[in-house]
Antibody, heavy 119, light 108 residues
C-alpha cells in the first residue's frame, strides 16, 4: 500500500523558516517524481515544487521560487520542503504527492500538514 | 500557464440523481485531464485520469468525458458519501500541472 505521511508543519512568524518532511512507503520511492502541493483559502490547490527521482530536475512555482527548496533522500524514502522567508500568504495545508510522471496526474497524496504564518 | 475553470462553484443534488460537473481549459490540453475528490479533512483522491479512465477502485458511477478545452465529470446514482469538493487538473502543459478552483457537491 502506497503511503505518504507529512510532518513538520506548525506556527511560524513572517520571515521565518520551516522544514516539512514526507515519509514514503509501499513503492519504489527513488523511481518516482514527487511534488509538493499546497491548499490555501485564497488560491485553492496550487502546485509549488517538483523533483525528479534522481533530483536532477527541479521546478518551482513562481510564488515560492527563491524562498523554498525541495529535496529528497532516496536512501530513506523521504521528501523535504525547506521553507524560508515565509509570508502570511504561505499559510495553508501542504501535501506531498507522487507524480505519475510526465503526462500523468498526481496519483497518491499524503494527508497534509498545516502551516500557519502569523506574528 | 493553462488556467482551469470549474462550474458551478456549488451543486446541490438529491440522492439517487446524477450530478454533472464542468471544467474548461484556457487552451487545448488534449485529454490530459484528471479529476480528484476531496472530503473534509482528507487529501485529494484521484478519480479519473486521461479525461475518462477511472483510477483503481473507483466505482463505475463516476465517469469522465471531454477533450480539448471542455471536460465533464458525471456522478450517477448519487450517495451521501459523494459529498465532497471535486477538482479538475490539466497535465498537458507543465510545469505547472494546474488545478481548477473546485466544485462543492452537496447531497440534499
Amino acid at each position: 500500500e502506497v503511503r505518504l505521511v507529512e510532518s513538520g508543519g506548525g506556527l511560524v512568524q513572517p520571515g521565518g523558516s520551516l522544514r516539512l518532511s514526507c515519509a514514503a512507503s509501499g513503492f519504489s520511492f527513488r523511481s518516482y517524481e514527487m511534488v509538493w502541493v499546497r491548499q490555501t483559502p485564497g488560491k485553492g490547490l496550487e502546485w509549488i515544487a517538483f523533483i525528479s527521482g534522481g533530483s536532477s530536475t527541479i521546478y518551482y512555482a513562481d510564488s515560492v521560487k527563491g524562498r523554498f527548496t525541495i529535496s529528497r533522500d532516496n536512501d530513506n524514502d523521504s521528501l523535504y520542503l525547506q521553507m524560508d522567508s515565509v509570508r502570511v500568504e504561505d499559510s495553508g495545508f501542504y501535501f506531498c504527492a507522487r507524480d505519475g510522471g510526465g503526462w500523468k496526474p498526481f496519483d497518491f497524496w499524503g494527508q497534509g500538514t498545516l502551516v500557519t504564518v502569523s506574528s | 500557464e493553462t488556467v482551469m475553470t470549474q462550474s458551478p462553484a456549488t451543486l446541490s443534488v438529491s440522492p439517487g440523481e446524477s450530478a454533472t460537473l464542468s471544467c474548461r481549459a484556457s487552451r487545448a490540453v488534449s485529454t490530459n485531464v484528471a479529476w480528484y475528490q476531496q472530503k473534509p479533512g482528507q487529501a485529494p483522491r484521484l478519480l479519473i485520469s486521461r479525461a475518462s479512465t477511472r483510477a483503481t477502485g473507483i466505482p463505475g458511477r463516476f465517469s469522465g468525458s471531454g477533450s480539448g478545452t471542455e471536460f465533464t465529470l458525471t456522478i450517477s446514482s448519487l450517495q451521501s458519501e459523494d459529498a465532497a469538493i471535486y477538482f479538475c487538473q490539466q497535465y498537458n502543459d507543465w510545469p505547472p500541472k494546474t488545478f481548477g478552483q473546485g466544485t462543492k457537491l452537496e447531497i440534499k
